[in-house]
C-alpha cells in the first residue's frame, strides 16, 4: 500500500501538463477532442477560462465549464498551451493581452505552442514563432501569409515547439501529435487504438 502510494506520487509527479484556454465561441469539437485525446494518453489538462472560471458557451451554443481562469492557471508552467479554434474565440484570445503575455513566456522558456482552425491567427496578433511553418483554416490564410511559411497541404505542421492544424475534421491529428511530443509515439499508438484510428 505505501509503494503503491509512492508510485502514484511519483508518476503524478513526472507527468506532462497541458493548458488549454477556452474562451467564448470556442469550436467545441478541437477544445474536447484536444482534452480528451490528451488526458487519454496520460497527460494533466488544465481547462482555463479566458475571462473567469464560469461556463463558456462555445460556438455550436455548447456549453462548458472550464477548471479554474487563465489569471489562475498563468501562475504555473506548462509543457504545452492549446489554443482551439472558432472564429469567436480566436478573436476573442486575439484581443487579450493576458493571452499573448502567456504565449510569449511559454515561447521564451521553449514550451509546445499549440493551435488549430482559425487559433494560428492569434499566434500573428501576439507576435508569436514568427517566420515559422504553419497551417489553419483555409479562410485564415490571408492574415497568415505574410508572417509564416504557410503550408495548404498538410492536416497538421510541426515546425520546432509550435504545432498548427486547420480545423474540426483533423482535431484528432492534431491532438494525438501534441500527445506524441509529450508522451511519446508508444503511448500516442495506443491510445489511437483505443479510439479506432490508425497513427503512424
Do not use: W
Request: aromatic content about 6%; hydrophobic content about 45%.
Amino acid at each position: 500500500m505505501i509503494f503503491s502510494a509512492f508510485s502514484r506520487k511519483f508518476h503524478a509527479q513526472m507527468s506532462k501538463t497541458a493548458l488549454i484556454i477556452l474562451a467564448p465561441g470556442a469550436e467545441e469539437m478541437e477544445f474536447v477532442i484536444a482534452a480528451d485525446v490528451l488526458r487519454r494518453a496520460g497527460i494533466k489538462v488544465t481547462v482555463a477560462g479566458l475571462k473567469d472560471s464560469e461556463p463558456v458557451k462555445c460556438s455550436r451554443d455548447v456549453v462548458i465549464v472550464p477548471d479554474t481562469s487563465l489569471a489562475k492557471a498563468a501562475c504555473d508552467k506548462f509543457d504545452v498551451v492549446v489554443l482551439p479554434g472558432g472564429l469567436g474565440g480566436s478573436n476573442a484570445m486575439g484581443d487579450s493581452a493576458a493571452v499573448g503575455d502567456l504565449l510569449r513566456a511559454q515561447e521564451s522558456a521553449g514550451g509546445l505552442i499549440a493551435a488549430i482552425c482559425a487559433a494560428p491567427t492569434v499566434l500573428a496578433k501576439h507576435g508569436i514563432a514568427a517566420g515559422k511553418s504553419l497551417t489553419s483554416y483555409p479562410s485564415m490564410k490571408e492574415q497568415l501569409v505574410d508572417k509564416y511559411c504557410y503550408v495548404d497541404d498538410k492536416s497538421v505542421v510541426k515546425d520546432g515547439n509550435l504545432i498548427t492544424s486547420r480545423g474540426p475534421g483533423t482535431a484528432y491529428d492534431f491532438a494525438l501529435k501534441i500527445a506524441e511530443e509529450l508522451a511519446g509515439l508508444e503511448k500516442v499508438k495506443e491510445v489511437a487504438k483505443g479510439l479506432l484510428l490508425s497513427y503512424n
